[in-house]
């Protein structure tokens, strides 16, 4: 059975910084391109960061390239989301999902599985 956990959320403030996990179980993370989405209240599911299997090329949303930095260790079947210089609007629930896909998608449709969220509050 595939699935994913997010851990490594929190409530940090302006400026500071958070590592997001994702761990996977049930099947070989190598083989699979995961993303990383968000969704704030009232808001709808956006694209956050992605990386595809086996070259580990990576793609940004314009609002966090050069800040956040994703990553995968298949070794460990986690993949991570390093988060710096975080601002008030990176607030909301943050996803990570996996799909056997070579084309990485910065559409949530693109991805077949999906954790549960961890959530995210950056504020003072």
């Known amino acids: 059975q595939v699935q994913l956990a997010e851990s490594g959320g929190g409530l940090v403030q302006p400026g500071g910084s958070l590592r997001l996990s994702c761990e996977a179980s049930g099947f070989t993370l190598d083989d699979y391109a995961i993303g990383w989405f968000r969704q704030a209240p009232g808001k709808e599911r956006e694209f956050v960061a992605a990386?595809?299997?086996?070259?580990?090329?990576?793609y940004y949303a314009d609002s966090v390239k050069g800040r956040f930095t994703i990553s995968r260790d298949d070794a460990k079947k986690t993949a991570y989301l390093q988060m710096n210089s975080l601002k008030p609007e990176d607030t909301a629930v943050y996803y990570c999902?996996?799909?056997?896909?070579?084309?990485?998608?910065?559409?949530?449709?693109?991805?077949?599985?999906w954790g549960q969220g961890t959530q995210v509050t950056v504020s003072s």
């Open positions: 990386i595809s299997r086996k070259d580990g090329k990576t």
């Open positions: 999902a996996a799909d056997t896909s070579a084309v990485v998608s910065r559409r949530g449709e693109g991805y077949a599985y």
